[in-house]
């Protein structure tokens, strides 16, 4: 799933590539998908963008499904959720797309959910203040990360404190794992077992992973609006499961844990003490 890292990128190639091209034939839920959320009528959707110029792109949070792309359409704003690909003129259409925008030039951009996304088409105004943080802004700081730590249940585990609920915008299961890993903390640890050293430890891998995995154009494991895999090597997800722990050379592990699978290294990252 895309996430904070990989709508960066996304916004950042929309901004370069696409705006002032106009939006000439819109089509939505060409190919309908169970988990493909919409605002309202899909049908709807042509009326509120045709014609219509890309005038801006960001990465936010969303109204609520976070790890959004936004792309502002004059006074229409669209809110994805998915991946989103762009092809030049004359290029094969993907198989399956739930939102397709062809513009003036014939081009053309194309979303296709994979497990599951939000495709929104909203009025700009509509659009919800967010007031939580990016952890890539500076207003994500150390005494904010505190905050949100004391304002959080002391019997969570950091997987749960960091990619359920919403608390840090973006913030998921994908990139926790590496987030973890490099904090060198097992994603089952409870926020109350840590220490000062390992809570700063923890922001400080947030802010670091983060910006890493944006810089380098996202993820290993996800695609940017070329269709490029992004620079960004992952140390535990499915892709890099077969090769060694990058520290200590051991077998990285998965399991399932909280309605998702979690990645570590059992000797970088050591479980809890169970009583
Ligand atoms: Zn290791």
Redesign the pocket.
């Known amino acids: 799933m895309i996430e904070l890292p990989e709508t960066t990128v996304l916004a950042d190639q929309i901004r370069k590539n696409l705006i002032g091209k106009q939006i000439t034939n819109v089509q939505a839920n060409t190919h309908p998908h169970k988990f493909a959320w919409y605002t309202g009528d899909p049908g709807n959707y042509p009326a509120m963008l045709t014609g219509k110029k890309i005038t801006g792109s960001a990465a936010g949070a969303g109204s609520g499904c976070g790890y959004s792309t936004m792309i502002l359409c004059e006074d229409t704003l669209l809110e994805l959720g998915t991946p989103i690909r762009y092809y030049p003129k004359g290029s094969r259409l993907p198989a399956k797309h739930q939102l397709l925008l062809t513009f003036d030039d014939d081009s053309f951009i194309s979303c296709t959910v994979k497990m599951w996304g939000a495709l929104f088409c909203i009025p700009a105004t509509a659009f919800p203040d967010d007031k939580k943080p990016s952890p890539l802004t500076d207003a994500f700081d150390e005494r904010y990360f505190e905050q949100l730590c004391s304002a959080s249940p002391k019997n969570l585990s950091l997987k749960a404190l960091l990619a359920t609920e919403q608390r840090i915008p973006g913030l998921g299961n994908g990139v926790l794992q590496d987030i973890l890993w490099n904090a060198a903390l097992h994603p089952k640890r409870s926020l109350l077992s840590l220490n000062d050293k390992e809570q700063l430890r923890l922001y400080q891998s947030i802010k670091e992973t983060l910006k890493a995995m944006a810089e380098q154009g996202g993820r290993d494991t996800e695609k940017d609006l070329f269709g490029k895999a992004g620079g960004y090597p992952t140390v535990c997800s499915n892709t890099a499961l077969s090769r060694p722990?990058?520290?200590?050379?051991?077998k990285?592990i998965r399991q399932s844990y909280l309605g998702g699978a979690i990645y570590f290294?059992?000797?970088?990252?050591p479980e809890p003490y169970k009583k």
């Open positions: 722990c990058p520290r200590c050379g051991g990285l290294c059992p000797v970088c990252q």
